[in-house]
């Protein structure tokens, strides 16, 4: 059972900085496209950025030029370098695994980030 696990999430003043992280296990490859996507209260889950095995990237145009996503395929891991955080970038953040070839998605569990301002 393929399972991601986020962690790095807290709380930080305006400004500040986080390094989330996502582990994946229960698989052997790790050839998925990774995401890291948010939710906060009242809104909708929104994409914040996404890798290709590749290293193909898409951000969020609110978070271009502060975050970094990035991915160590050894590890089967995903980050995602939150610089400047602002405010409105308080949200639960998820990482997601997509689905190849018909498969399904995976998601993790969540990690809170709280900017204080």
């Known amino acids: 059972q393929v399972q991601l696990v986020e962690s790095g999430g807290g709380l930080v003043q305006a400004g500040g900085s986080l390094r989330l992280s996502c582990i994946t296990s229960?698989?052997?490859?790790?050839?998925?496209?990774m995401g890291w996507y948010r939710q906060a209260p009242g809104n909708q889950r929104e994409l914040v950025a996404k890798?290709?095995?590749?290293?193909?990237?898409d951000y969020a145009d609110s978070v271009k030029g502060r975050f970094t996503i990035s991915r160590d395929n050894g590890k089967k891991m995903v980050y995602l370098q939150m610089n400047r955080l602002k405010p409105e970038d308080t949200a639960v953040y998820y990482c997601?695994?997509?689905?190849?070839?018909?498969?399904?998605?995976?998601w993790g569990q969540g990690t809170q980030v709280t900017v204080s301002s």
């Open positions: 229960g698989t052997t490859t790790f050839l998925n496209t």
């Open positions: 890798i290709t095995n590749s290293g193909n990237i």
């Open positions: 997601k695994r997509d689905g190849r070839f018909g498969g399904i998605d995976y």
